[in-house]
């Protein structure tokens, strides 16, 4: 079962404007968040992450949302630029007991910023 | 963040045979951790790798498949026995940082024929 669900599989904004990214979890033990982005032949880079204890984290232009009852979170990234283009991962953890460590990730969303 | 670098980058196989992926840190790390990323698909954690001790496999994963060495804090390997081409897949080691972020490698590329 996928408990962590990205439904958009791409997104096209336009330079300057805002880029909403979402993510949907099913497994309440989930207590940590993170974003990775992740540019073609390279590695997942981390980009902004959010405790279950907060619902809103915030570095530069990446802000993280966090709905807990409705267990959805989103990337909001403003404002979005050419380089922002990559794939966008959502993941989650349980960051207690043997799950400890674990990411679980979702399917990714393409993100394309047109200038 | 940590420095992660994979040896060999990518490679083309042949069924039935064996590849060793490394793994080099430029620090040393507690926790180190195998994934796959098959093509199309989202990145699935293959084990938990911590030194001292044998790793732990996820479900679906087996060690007799994906055996696992940890022989010190910067450094671990990851062997994909018996290739088949389902196996052809994107292999990432991560590393586990001071909070719960993981930091990536840039991953081996395999193509098994």
């Known amino acids: 079962d996928q408990q962590v669900k990205q439904n958009s599989p791409s997104l096209s904004v336009q330079e300057g404007r805002i880029s909403i990214l979402n993510c949907d979890y099913t497994n309440s033990m989930f207590d940590y968040f993170l974003w990775y982005k992740k540019y073609p032949a390279e590695g997942p880079t981390f980009l902004i992450s959010?405790?279950?204890?907060?619902d809103k984290n915030e570095d530069g232009r990446f802000t993280v949302f966090l709905n807990k009852s409705a267990k959805h979170l989103s990337l909001h990234i403003v404002p979005s630029q050419p380089g922002d283009s990559a794939v966008y991962f959502c993941?989650?953890?349980?960051?207690?007991?043997?799950?400890?460590?674990?990411?679980?990730f979702g399917q990714g969303t393409i993100l394309t910023v047109h200038p | 963040s940590a420095v992660i670098s994979q040896k060999p980058s990518r490679d083309i196989c042949q069924r039935g045979t064996s590849l060793t992926i490394q793994c080099q840190v430029d620090?040393?790390?507690?926790?180190m951790f195998w994934y796959r990323q098959q093509p199309g698909q989202s990145l699935t954690l293959i084990a938990t790798?911590?030194?001292?001790?044998?790793?732990?496999?996820e479900s679906g994963f087996v060690i007799d498949k994906f055996p696992i060495s940890r022989p010190n804090l910067t450094f671990s390997t990851l062997t994909v026995s018996n290739m088949s081409p389902e196996d052809s897949s994107i292999y990432l080691c991560s590393v586990d940082s001071s909070g719960y972020e993981q930091y990536f490698g840039p991953g081996t590329r395999l193509t098994v024929t």
């Open positions: 993941a989650a953890s349980a960051t207690g007991g043997t799950s400890y460590g674990k990411l679980t």
């Open positions: 790798a911590n030194q001292g001790s044998e790793a732990t496999y």
């Open positions: 959010i405790s279950s204890i907060k």
């Open positions: 620090s040393q790390v507690t926790m």
